[in-house]
């Protein structure tokens, strides 16, 4: 065998011409083989997947609602009506929003997941917010890239954390806190990441807050007019 | 024929009796003042952290140069470690200074081959490393102590451990105070540089006597920090005459941060400048337009260290641009 | 082609042809996963998975694929394995998963595992196809590791999690920034050519 017959584009060795068939139907085949192996480890695997991604929900909404002990998912539609469920298909045009209730089924809060851009990348986040009190009741950021040891804080430092327990939306992020409601002390070194934080609240319940209040108030309403 | 590839212009020559280690020791004895002033304004915190860089900066030099007595000897590594020295705070841990002396070193200058083949600005590179690894360490500012003896921070760090963060963090320097709190710091101060900040970051006029110094001397391109402060004063004068509640005043655009530092003694590295005029024109427009960009739309409040990083890597570019016509060249090549 | 043995082809990717530190290939994944150490291991085990699985079976379908579509097959069968172990890591190991995020899916256009295909796989019996995928995924994983513990021990103070310098550690966060990694990597191999330059000199001198 000379030195020219193993160069790599000549093998393996083929006739001169493959017929289209055999081309169309070895590539048919091995497709299908391949496409039947990915169903079969989809269907195992899908199970365990979805678990995990409910869990992962589940505890996100039951620590910014302070353990409720059930919620709902509700959707915000476009208009700003708040429905049990949305025509299939149109789930991604309204919000998703996790309404948290008591033992005795009174609404507790209702939790929110929204994001947007920080200082590297989106940060995501989940925040609970009581439209009775007008006030917040825990922030969560589920989702950062922000710079290791420094942005990433907005995740980690409790201290900044737990700023937004009790805080009184419209919120601003500041250097050195006077006190005033709704001051959030932002991270030294991480003043970007920490206003996204404060931003991404706040654009959201400027956008929500009056369709959960009134959803709130027609609720007790509702309870009221119960015996 | 190969005796041609040495001839650089048409004769008469000079000849001089600068060399390298003439040019070298003729820079750091400029930068004394300056490290003077740094030493005056942060005590005895500014030597150590300066004496930590430039260790750093002679070790690799030392262990793994290739001629390494002489490239110790000619005083480049010195410089490194001077002015890496004088982007620091003084309260950074030593071990930190030292490390990014080594690394400026090592990484931005042996690595390719030694003095003269870099490039990027060894110190700048350094300092970009820390900038990069300690974000925390090298932006934090200790209130100014009543005490000048006293140590500005937690210098003595045990190795690769964090600092103590100190007691009184004054926290911001003019820059930052602007940036993120929008309140402008007396130019009275800037100029004569009692503001928090980086060693080297306080005392505009001394920066500017020392180079005039140099350039003076034919040691230093005057046309790279005159294009630098011009292009920085003209581009934040429209600004702020566009919007001077939100854009700083020309004045505090100059003297404050590291720009007199960075334009004087670290753009006009000659290794990592261009070599014809036209080209360290527009390597010091393109500096100056970088600064003013990224301190007012960046994400950081300081932007001259990557300013000229950014510039130094279109300095191979800005040469090939800029290189002059052999005379007659132009009319035998267009004639047919 | 030279003739090699069954243990020079298991052996040859480990080191002598390890195909990131000698060969250059499988940068991507060498670089922006290699943050810590778990995640090293985990990109370099899912690698040696699709590259053992698809040389086996390139090996033995060879002699029914068509010359002309070849490479179309092989992606097809490279891109099968690499969504059995994308789905699953994610559900064995999801927080791993969610840290490689979409490296796990960029295995398929890994040049290496390609190339083990065209350059060996496809010409080769089943035996010595499987051998030398374990070698190659092999050298994949040590450089992969390599890189991983320096930028954990550096950039984090820890090796596989566990803390080795104590609390009061200063990270050196560049390190597991992607900057961190084209150091490591340079690194890496500024230290090689060193050592491989001094063998030489030994052997000549």
């Known amino acids: 065998m000379s030195e020219g017959n193993v160069q790599a584009g000549t093998l393996p060795p083929s006739p001169e011409h493959t017929s289209s068939f055999k081309m169309i139907s070895s590539l048919g085949a091995a497709g299908a083989a391949a496409g ?22 589940r505890l996100a909404v039951s620590e910014v609602l302070n353990d409720p002990a059930r919620y709902e998912t509700l959707y915000v539609t476009s208009d700003g009506a708040i429905e049990a469920s ?105 003043t970007i990441s920490s206003r996204a934080v404060v931003r991404i609240i706040n654009e959201s319940l400027a956008r929500l807050r009056a369709p959960i209040e009134a959803y709130f108030s027609q609720a007790s309403a509702r309870e009221e007019a119960l015996p | 024929m190969n005796a041609s590839h040495r001839i650089v212009t048409a004769s008469p020559h000079i000849k001089a009796a600068d060399d390298t280690p003439t040019i070298m020791w003729s820079v750091v004895a400029s930068l004394a003042p300056v490290v003077a002033s740094a030493v005056y304004f942060f005590g ?19 262990l793994l140069g290739n001629r390494g007595a002489r490239s110790l000897r000619d005083g480049s590594a010195i410089i490194t470690g001077v002015l890496l020295g004088l982007t620091l705070p003084p309260g950074i841990p030593l071990w930190m200074a030292f490390l990014g002396g080594a690394f400026g070193i090592g990484f931005g200058k042996l690595v390719y081959g030694g003095l003269g083949q870099n490039v990027f600005n060894p110190a700048l590179l350094g300092r970009a490393f820390l900038q990069a690894a300690f974000p925390v360490a090298i932006t934090t500012w200790p209130a100014a102590s009543k005490n000048w003896w006293a140590l500005q921070g937690d210098n003595f760090a045990f190795p690769l ?31 004569l540089g ?143 | 082609m030279k003739e090699t043995t069954g243990q020079e082809d298991l052996l040859r990717g480990i080191w002598r042809e390890n195909p990131v530190l000698i060969q250059m290939l499988g940068l991507c994944p060498a670089l922006a996963v290699t943050n810590n150490v778990e995640n090293s291991l985990a990109m370099a085990l899912a690698t040696l998975f699709v590259l053992v699985g698809s040389s086996l079976l390139v090996s033995l379908c060879k002699r029914f694929i068509p010359g002309e579509i070849r490479i179309s097959v092989y992606i097809l069968i490279i891109a099968t394995f690499v969504t059995v172990a994308d789905l699953t890591l ?34 080769r019996p089943p035996g010595r196809a499987l051998l030398d995928a374990l070698g190659t995924g092999a050298g994949f994983a040590i450089a992969l590791v390599m890189l991983g513990a320096v930028r954990e021990i550096l950039g984090s103070g820890s090796f596989l999690g566990v803390s080795l310098f104590g609390p009061s550690y200063e990270p050196w966060i560049v390190m597991i920034l992607p900057p961190g990694g084209f150091l490591t990597l340079g690194a890496l191999l500024l230290c090689l050519a060193w050592w491989q330059e001094r063998q030489e000199v030994k052997v000549s001198g």
């Open chain 1, 36 to 57: 039947l192996l990915i169903v079969l480890v989809f269907g195992v695997t899908k199970e365990p997947i979805e678990r995990y991604k409910a869990e992962v929900l």
């Open chain 1, 86 to 190: 949305v025509p299939a298909g149109t789930e991604s045009e309204a919000k998703k929003i996790y309404v948290g209730f008591d033992a005795d089924g009174h609404a507790t809060g209702v939790a929110v997941k929204d994001g947007a851009a920080g200082f590297q990348d989106i940060i995501t986040l989940i925040y609970g917010f009581d439209p009775t009190s007008g006030k917040l009741l825990a922030m969560k950021v589920l989702e950062n890239k922000e710079t290791p040891g420094l942005g990433d804080a907005i995740e980690k430092d409790l201290a900044f954390v737990s700023q937004f327990e009790q805080a009184t939306p419209p919120l601003a992020a500041v250097k050195r806190s006077t006190g005033a409601p709704g001051e959030i002390d932002a991270i030294t070194g991480a």
């Open chain 2, 44 to 62: 005895p915190s500014a030597l150590l952290v300066l004496a930590a860089s430039v260790a750093g900066a002679l070790a690799p030099e030392a």
């Open chain 2, 161 to 191: 451990m964090s600092p103590k963060v100190p007691d009184a963090l004054s926290g911001a320097t003019p820059l930052g105070l602007m940036k993120f709190e929008q309140t402008s710091t007396p130019s009275l101060d800037l100029i």
């Open chain 2, 194 to 336: 009692s503001t928090s900040g980086s060693l080297g970051e306080t005392s505009g006029l001394i920066i500017l006597v020392c180079g005039a110094y140099l350039a003076a001397r034919k040691h230093l391109e005057w046309r790279i920090p005159a294009s630098i402060l011009a292009t920085v004063a003209v581009f934040s004068a429209i600004l702020y005459a566009i919007d001077s509640a939100h854009y700083p005043s020309p004045v505090f655009a100059l003297f404050s941060g590291g720009l007199m530092l960075g334009a004087v003694f670290m753009a006009t590295d000659m290794v990592t400048s261009p070599v014809t005029h036209r080209g360290c024109w527009i390597f010091g427009v393109g500096i100056g337009l970088l600064v003013v960009t990224i301190r007012l739309w960046g994400g950081l409040s300081e932007g001259v260290m990557y300013a000229i990083l950014l510039m130094n890597a279109l300095v191979p570019f800005i040469n090939r641009a800029t290189q002059p016509r052999t005379f007659g060249a132009l009319e035998a090549e267009s004639k047919p």
């Open chain 3, 90 to 123: 994610q559900a064995v190991v999801p927080e791993i998963h969610k840290a490689l995020g979409a490296f796990i899916a960029l295995i398929v256009v890994n040049c290496m595992i390609l190339g083990r295909q065209e350059a060996f796989a496809s010409k």
